[in-house]
């Protein structure tokens, strides 16, 4: 079974953005070793004969055919209601910095 030390459990709350009390890893520490514990016995179960269950509930993946429409409009009228444009496209300001 995989050993789960308080560093562990550290670096997981800071790439998790979580904030934790110095008495609460100890315990976090344990309860994600037991998870994995339970995880392991799951492995070792077997399964021959058993078919994989991908869909219980009997429905299709029903898509659409993948074509191009034709509105009747142009892109460059479309783009005539921008209030900016730029090489065909609309402008807008940067969301993500």
Do not use: C, W
């Amino acid at each position: 079974m995989a050993k789960i030390t308080e560093e562990d459990v550290l670096v997981l709350a800071k790439l998790s953005r979580l904030h934790f009390k110095e008495g609460e890893v100890s315990e976090i520490a344990k309860e994600i070793e037991s998870i994995l514990g339970y995880v392991e016995q799951l492995h070792s179960v077997d399964l021959k004969g058993y078919k994989p269950t991908y869909q219980v509930t009997g429905l299709k993946n029903v898509m659409r055919p993948d074509e191009a429409y034709e509105y009747g409009v142009s892109p460059e009228d479309l783009l005539k209601n921008a209030p900016q444009q730029e090489n065909g496209f609309i402008k807008v300001r940067r969301v993500l910095e």
